[in-house]
């Protein structure tokens, strides 16, 4: 889903169809709350799930301000 962005954005400029950035960052939005309420992110007996799963939430947030910010949203610093 993370890498979809470019296309995501390159095809709502084709179109002229901004909103599809935003069903795009709900749905990537609705899969991570979906992810993060499975899953323990912080866990001290294994730290290099710890790791991917911080690079995972890092990325995540970053296409979210990205995608807001083509839209014209701040997107709030924490939530």
């Given at each position: ?65 990205n995608g807001l910010s083509l839209l014209g ?7």
């Amino acid at each position: 889903c993370l890498a979809d962005y470019p296309d995501v954005v390159l095809g709502a400029a084709q179109a002229r169809e901004p909103h599809r950035i935003a069903h795009y960052l709900l749905e990537l939005a609705t899969r991570f709350h979906a992810f993060y309420d499975r899953h323990r992110v912080l866990d001290k007996e294994n730290m290099p799930l710890t790791q991917a799963r911080m690079i995972l939430a890092d990325c995540t947030g970053q296409v979210i301000r990205n995608g807001l910010s083509l839209l014209g949203i701040t997107a709030p610093e924490r939530m």
